[in-house]
C-alpha cells in the first residue's frame, strides 16, 4: 500500500554559504526521509528554496556595495552546488524571486483580504531621519533591556535570546548611519492571527499521537500565551509587492512569504514536469505535509502556516513537523556571526559526502543539542565506516573476485547460524521501516550498522578465508550469506549513505536502482557476475583533527 508523501524544507536566506547546523537540522534529515519513502515506493514531492527576501539580504548587500538580487542570486548558486555535493535531491529547489512565488503569495493576500482574515491598522515604527527611511526591525540596534548587553538587533538580543520591539532597546540607534531613530506613524497590512486561536488549539490537540515533545510543548505554550495579531507588510522596497493601488512603496513581509514557497514551489515543479495541475495530488488530496525545518522556525510551521492555510481553505495541513534543536561546534554554539561555522563547501572539497551525512545521521540533534567535533568525526569515520562496514564489504567482495572468479558462489543448504544471519537482514529492515516512518533517524541508522558489526562476527566464526582452501563449499556458503547481507546493507544504509551505497549496487553487479528494489532484501543469484570492489571509504589521518581544528581558529584541549 503507498502513500503520497510532501515534504517541505525550511528556507535558507540566501545571505551566507551552507553551514554544517544547516545540513543536520533541517537537510539531511528530509532527504534521508525522502529517500526511504521513494524506495518505498511511495510518491514523493520535497520542495524548497533560498529565501532571497528580508533583511538579512539586504544588510548584506549594503555591506559588500551590490544589489540584494546580486546577493541572493550568488548564495542560492552556492547552496544549489552545496545539496548537489551532498546528495541532497530536491524535486525542485527554486528561490522566492520568481514570478510564480509573486502570484501565488499575491493570490494568498488577496484571498485573506477578501475573508477579513487581514485588515489595515497604523503602527509607530521606527524613521531614521538622516537615511530618510523607515528601519525593519533589524536594521535598529541598542542595548538590551533584559541583559543590559550592547549589539541587541530591533528583531531579538542575540546575547540572551529575548525577543526584542525596536521601541524596547535602551540607547537604539540606526545600523545604517548610527542616527538615533524616530517613531513615526505608518499605515500597514495585519494578519488577524487572533482569529484562529481556537481552531489552531483543537487542532494541535489532534496532532498528539505523531508530534515530537519539543514540537507540541513549544506550540502549546506559544498558543496558550494567546495569538496576537501580526503586521504583514513593511515600508522597505526589497520583496513582494503588495498587490494593491496606492501601497508602491511597501513590500509583504518575508516571513508571511516565504512560508507561501511551499505552495509556489509545489505548482513550479507541477508547471516544470508537464503537468500544471500535478501539484493537486500533494495539496488538496490524500496526502501526508512533513516540514522538516530548524527549532527557531517552530511557530512559522505549527500556528502561523496552518493559519494562513486554514484561512485560504482547500489546502493540507503540515501532517508532521520534525523540528530538530541546534548542532554545536567543538562544543561552542554554531554561530556564523562569530564565525566559527563549518561551510559545506570548504568540508566537501576535502572529505566524502557520505562520511558527513553518516555523522550527522548518528549525531542528529533531533531531541537535544548535539555537538560536531573532528575528533569525533575521525573516529566515526575510521572506527565505524571504514572498519566495521567498509571493510566488511571490501573482503567479502574481494574474496569472491579472487576464489570464485567473480561471481556470486552457489551455496548448499545453508547451516542454521547462516540463516539467522539472514532473517536479521531481513529483520533490519523491518524494524528500520518502522523507525524511518515515524522520522527516527538516529536510531534507524544505528539499527543498520549494528546489522554490519554482526556480519563481521559471523564472518570472523566462519572464517571463509581458511576454509576456501580446505572446504570451498562450505566458504561459498559463508560468503553468499555475507553477501545477502551486505545486498540488505546497501538497502538499510541508502537513504544516509546514498553515494557509497549506489557504488555497492554496481560493485554487487545488479541492474537498476537502489530504490527500484524496494524496501526489502534482494538475494544475489548464485553465478551472476559482480564487478571488482574498491574501497567505499577513505580512512582519515589524526592529523585532520589538529588542522580542522586550527583552521577553525581554536586549539586543542
Ligand atoms: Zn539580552
Ligand atoms: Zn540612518
Same mark, same amino acid.
Given at each position: ?24 537540522? &533541517?537537510?539531511?534529515?528530509? =532527504? @534521508? +526521509?525522502? %529517500? ?10 520535497? /520542495? !524548497? ?52 512565488? &509573486?502570484?501565488?503569495?499575491? =493570490? @494568498? +493576500?488577496? %484571498? ?10 497604523? /503602527? !509607530? ?433
Amino acid at each position: 500500500m503507498t502513500e503520497r508523501i510532501f515534504i517541505g524544507v525550511a528556507w535558507p536566506y540566501a545571505n551566507n554559504r551552507l553551514h554544517l547546523g544547516h545540513v543536520a537540522g &533541517a537537510c539531511l534529515p528530509p =532527504d @534521508i +526521509f525522502a %529517500r526511504y519513502h521513494r524506495t518505498r515506493g511511495d510518491e514523493v514531492l520535497m /520542495v !524548497s528554496g533560498s529565501d532571497q527576501h528580508g533583511t538579512p539580504v539586504t544588510i548584506r548587500a549594503e555591506a559588500e556595495g551590490k544589489s540584494p538580487a546580486e546577493v541572493a542570486a550568488y548564495f542560492h548558486q552556492k547552496f544549489v552546488e552545496s545539496f548537489t555535493g551532498l546528495g541532497i535531491n530536491f524535486d525542485l529547489y527554486t528561490t522566492t524571486g520568481t514570478a510564480n512565488h &509573486a502570484a501565488v503569495v499575491q =493570490d @494568498i +493576500f488577496l %484571498r485573506l483580504l477578501d475573508k477579513d482574515y487581514l485588515y489595515k491598522d497604523t /503602527v !509607530s515604527q521606527p524613521y531614521c531621519v538622516n537615511c530618510r527611511r523607515f528601519l525593519p526591525d533589524r536594521y535598529v540596534e541598542g542595548v538590551c533591556p533584559s541583559c543590559k548587553l550592547p549589539g541587541a538587533r530591533g528583531d531579538q538580543c542575540d546575547a540572551c535570546g529575548k525577543p526584542m520591539n525596536p521601541a524596547e532597546l535602551i540607547n537604539a540607534c540606526c545600523k545604517l548611519c548610527g542616527t538615533p531613530p524616530e517613531f513615526r506613524e505608518t499605515e500597514h497590512f495585519f494578519l488577524r492571527l487572533s482569529a484562529f486561536e481556537q481552531p489552531l488549539l483543537e487542532w494541535v490537540k489532534e496532532q498528539a499521537g505523531h508530534w515530537r515533545l519539543n514540537v507540541q510543548r513549544f506550540t502549546k505554550r506559544y498558543l496558550e500565551e494567546g495569538l496576537h495579531d501580526r503586521a504583514i507588510t513593511r515600508d522597505i522596497t526589497w520583496g513582494i509587492p503588495i498587490p494593491l493601488p496606492g501601497y508602491e512603496d511597501k513590500r509583504i513581509y518575508v516571513w508571511f512569504e516565504a512560508v507561501i514557497g511551499y505552495l509556489s514551489a509545489s505548482k513550479e515543479w507541477a508547471q516544470i514536469s508537464g503537468d500544471p495541475e500535478a501539484w493537486r495530488k500533494f495539496w488538496q488530496e490524500d496526502c501526508k505535509s512533513y516540514y522538516f525545518i530548524g527549532k527557531d522556525n517552530i511557530p512559522f510551521h505549527t500556528i502561523i502556516w496552518p493559519a494562513m492555510l486554514m484561512g485560504y481553505g482547500g489546502l493540507n495541513l503540515p501532517y508532521d513537523v520534525p523540528s530538530n534543536e541546534f548542532l554545536t561546534v567543538e562544543a561552542q554554539k554554531l554561530s556564523k556571526s562569530k564565525n566559527i561555522a563549518i561551510w559545506v563547501d570548504d568540508f566537501l572539497s576535502r572529505y566524502q559526502p557520505d562520511a558527513l551525512r553518516y555523522m550527522l545521521s548518528v549525531n542528529m540533534p533531533d531531541t537535544s543539542d548535539t555537538d560536531f567535533s573532528w575528533r569525533e568525526f575521525v573516529r566515526r569515520n575510521n572506527d565505524e565506516l571504514v572498519a566495521t562496514y567498509g571493510n566488511l564489504v571490501n573482503r567479502v567482495l574481494s574474496m569472491v573476485q579472487k576464489h570464485f572468479e567473480g561471481k556470486v558462489p552457489e551455496h548448499s543448504s545453508l547451516d542454521e547460524r547462516s540463516m539467522s544471519m539472514i532473517a536479521r537482514a531481513e529483520e533490519t529492515l523491518k524494524t528500520m521501516d518502522e523507525l524511518l516512518y515515524a522520522c527516527r533517524f538516529k536510531e534507524a541508522i544505528k539499527t543498520a550498522m549494528a546489522l554490519a558489526a554482526e556480519t563481521n562476527r559471523y564472518l570472523d566464526e566462519k572464517a571463509p578465508w581458511k576454509s576456501v582452501k580446505t572446504d570451498k563449499p562450505a566458504a561459498g556458503d559463508a560468503l553468499y550469506t555475507a553477501l545477502t547481507v551486505i545486498s540488505g546493507l546497501r538497502t538499510a544504509f541508502y537513504p544516509f549513505l546514498p553515494f557509497s551505497s549506489e557504488r555497492l549496487h554496481h560493485f554487487l553487479g545488479f541492474d537498476g536502482t537502489i530504490e527500484a528494489d524496494g524496501w526489502k532484501l534482494r538475494r544475489p543469484v548464485p553465478g551472476a557476475a559482480m564487478n571488482p570492489p574498491e574501497a567505499l571509504f577513505i580512512k582519515l589521518d589524526d592529523s585532520v583533527i589538529e588542522e580542522e581544528t586550527t583552521r577553525l581558529g581554536l586549539t586543542l584541549a
